[in-house]
């Protein structure tokens, strides 16, 4: 089929078949990760935990609804079974994950594990009666075999599949084939669907320079190519809930994470005992929550990513703590700003961090130094509006919130509103100075074209937007006083995020050793100043020299409790060991490592680790502080 006429055949299509919301789980699943990962070095705790801890959220709250009267879970590609162990703790059901890998899991204790492949496994013999079968992120046309086994076996009562890596799907595997042949579709046409869903995944379109072979679908404009292969994958699934409706199942579509999270956000739904369509929300209608608050980062790439994760792991804290906590979630969406961000009249695109809770209760965490020092916007709000009529309702809700004596600022994204919105407020309570209450407002717009108004009257002694953007640009502060040297700076800022992330690594009270590349410029003299001042008992600065191909140092104390690196050379994991001799057992290291083009490599986390576990450090992680640019890591270990 030509490209053009594929394009307005799926968008036809695809804008008729249904998608509904998933529905929100408690704290539960939280608590239940929390406690699994623990201790625990890899992606799913750093680096991406914004990625995958809302994702077995959203997964488990909505699975859960469906397991009174279930026996047994089944997870199918198991893995390393974290999905399988945060339900199994949330519903008290018994697992069976079936996995061909052998490998590290976080297992619970009421877990049958089964090492096989799945095309050498049949339910029917492996699973009792009365099971809810559940697969996450199954790759390609592994959940084409999910589809096959499940309708074989009577023994599935209710299935949960969220597919992945559209883009490795082969025709003849497919189980809806059948399906995309009544449409039209044929198989020549795989690879035009499989094109566009690749470009779908990419939120800022993408360049020449990016795929050349994609230049006439690139010539379709970035919008259609993603609205094109979103519907794409909506079909897709249509066609394997085609195949499950055939053997029985009564069948729905979920989606439970927002794009900017992961593009693979489909949740296929299949009951033998449910009849779909249940009370759900059409995704389509959802915004972000009843309330919450919506930020921008400025900076580099990765910062949404980090400032994400920063909110999860506060959350983590709190429920470590207390048990429960006022961040109910953490989210990234993808979201156009109609008339620009600022004062630009075009759209443009962003990326934005969502926290889900009671604002006031939230926006405290806010004024943290650094988190003002990245966040450039935030949006608190507690309504909504789908209306179009965007100035009668904000209008309606300042009648509705403020006295006559009270005045209010205008903080309106885009700028337009407050243009519009002036004419609608007497004069005399307006003030961009001398107000009592802030007026928050965003036109919220979704790549697919959902839109809705969010907005929230803030009281000024709740949330002052003047004093946190002043915080923002204020100086940066050591002992009670400004530090004014640049270099100085980046080294406050960081033992700083350090201490407040690491409680453990502070240097409070601590001997310090700090292993620097030379004693140059005065950079260590600086560092050392910078640390006593920070509270340290004491510090001290070493340069490592290599001799025979080992790093060795001079002249150096022992007993140190503390190590920070600040080095640009060399192999950083050796020459930490050759600093072991002269720090205490279990003695807290860290220090930023300089990864450049290295930092975009995948598994790059996994690589520090094991470089570093090479070295005798067993307990690493890596981290990407906020203090950090996107090319750096932050390492923090200890000594054996």
Not at 20 to 38: C, D, H, I, N, P
Not at 143 to 172: E, G, R
Not at 188 to 199: A, G, K
Not at 577 to 587: D, E, F, H, N, W
């Amino acid at each position: 089929m030509e490209i053009g006429k594929l394009v307005e055949r799926v968008a036809e299509i695809g804008k008729g078949l249904e998608i509904k919301a998933s529905r929100r789980g408690g704290l539960e699943a939280a608590v239940v990760f929390q406690k699994a990962t623990e201790g625990t070095a890899t992606w799913y705790t750093i680096g991406k935990r914004q990625v995958h801890e809302p994702q077995l959220e959203a997964i488990a709250g909505e699975v859960q609804k469906y397991t009174e009267g279930i026996d047994t879970i089944v997870e199918l590609g198991a893995g390393k079974g974290l999905l399988g162990r945060v339900l199994q703790e949330v519903t008290k059901k018994p697992v069976i994950a079936i996995e061909r890998r052998d490998c590290t899991t976080y297992d619970g204790h009421d877990v049958t594990r089964l090492n096989a492949d799945l095309q050498e496994v049949s339910l029917n013999d492996t699973i009792p009666s009365n099971s809810l079968v559940i697969a996450k992120h199954f790759c390609g046309n592994a959940t084409d075999t999910a589809v096959t086994m499940i309708c074989a076996s009577p023994k599935v009562t209710v299935a949960a599949l969220a597919p992945c890596c559209h883009p490795q799907i082969q025709w003849d595997s497919y189980t809806g084939t059948a399906y995309l042949t009544e449409l039209g579709f044929t198989k020549d046409d795989l690879p035009n669907f499989l094109d566009l869903i690749t470009m779908s995944r990419y939120s800022k379109g993408i360049s020449q320079k990016d795929c050349k072979r994609w230049t006439e679908l690139r010539d379709l404009g970035q919008s259609v190519c993603y609205q094109s292969g979103r519907h794409i994958r909506r079909i897709i699934e249509e066609g394997r809930m085609r195949a499950l409706q055939n053997a029985g199942f009564s069948t729905c579509l979920v989606q439970y994470a927002p794009d900017a999270v992961s593009p693979d956000n489909f949740l296929i739904l299949a009951s033998r005992r449910t009849v779909f369509p249940i009370p759900m929300t059409p995704a389509a209608q959802v915004f972000p929550s009843p309330q919450g608050l919506i930020m921008h980062a400025n900076g580099e790439q990765s910062v949404p990513d980090r400032v994400a994760e920063y909110w999860l792991e506060k959350r983590s804290v709190h429920l470590t703590e207390t048990g429960t906590s006022c961040i109910k979630s953490v989210e990234m969406h993808a979201i156009q700003f109609g008339g620009g961000m600022r004062k630009s009249d075009s759209d443009s695109n962003a990326i934005v961090v969502v926290v889900i809770g009671e604002p006031a209760e939230l926006l405290p965490i806010l004024e943290e130094p650094l988190l003002t020092r990245v966040v450039d916007m935030v949006i608190p709000f507690t309504t909504h509006s789908s209306s179009e009529r965007s100035v009668e309702f904000l209008s309606g809700l300042l009648k509705k919130t403020l006295k006559e004596s009270e005045s209010v600022r205008l903080c309106c994204v885009p700028r337009v509103l407050e243009k519009e919105l002036l004419p609608e407020v007497p004069t005399e309570q307006l003030s961009p100075t001398n107000f009592t209450h802030a007026l928050f407002a965003i036109d919220w717009k979704d790549r697919m074209g959902h839109r809705c108004l969010l907005a929230s009257v803030i009281p000024k002694d709740v949330f002052d937007m003047r004093k946190w953007r002043q915080a923002a640009c204020g100086a940066v502060m050591l002992a009670g006083k400004p530090v004014t040297k640049k270099n100085q700076k980046t080294v406050v800022m960081f033992i700083d995020e350090m201490e407040k992330r690491h409680p453990s690594h502070a240097c409070k009270g601590k001997k310090v050793v700090v292993v620097c590349d030379d004693f140059k410029d005065g950079n260590a003299d600086l560092i050392k100043s910078t640390i006593i001042a920070s509270g340290a008992a004491s510090a001290e600065c070493v340069v490592p020299i290599k001799k025979d191909d080992m790093w060795v140092v001079h002249d150096v104390s022992k007993n140190f409790d503390l190590a920070i690196f600040r080095l640009d050379r060399g192999d950083v994991p050796a020459i930490m060991r050759a600093m072991i001799p002269y720090l205490l057992p279990g003695s807290p290291i860290y220090g930023k490592v300089k990864l450049g083009v290295q930092s975009r490599g995948r598994r790059v986390t996994e690589k520090l680790v094991a470089a570093w576990k090479d070295a005798g450090f067993k307990k690493t992680l890596v981290w990407h502080f906020l203090t950090d640019k996107e090319t750096d890591r932050t390492i923090v270990s200890r000594t054996p």
